[in-house]
């Protein structure tokens, strides 16, 4: 039990194995396995726990984002008008 204990509190001990532990938690992985985490695995997850409509908000919202930061140009709004559809997008 001890050494047990101990292994934990220097897992979460860094921000690395903070982050690392809460990943394992949120998916239902065991720590050992997380190395094998794959970014098809993160996908399928997302596309298993969320709906077509949250997956598409959030793509659009990913778009409005790199438009603000510069990433990206679209000319059909003007920067009030950008800002308020993330406002928007973010909230709903």
Do not use: W
Request: charged letters at 20%; proline letters at 1%.
């Amino acid at each position: 039990m001890l050494q047990k204990y101990g292994v934990y509190y220097g897992r979460v001990l860094s921000p690395i194995g903070r982050n690392a532990h809460f990943c394992c938690s949120r998916y239902g992985i065991s720590f050992y396995d997380s190395a094998f985490i794959t970014k098809g695995f993160v996908r399928s997850y997302v596309r298993r726990a969320q709906s077509l409509d949250v997956i598409l908000t959030v793509r659009c919202l990913l778009e409005l984002l790199y438009v603000r930061h510069g990433y990206s140009s679209l000319n059909l709004f003007t920067r009030d008008e950008l800002l308020y559809a993330i406002c928007r997008l973010s909230t709903s």
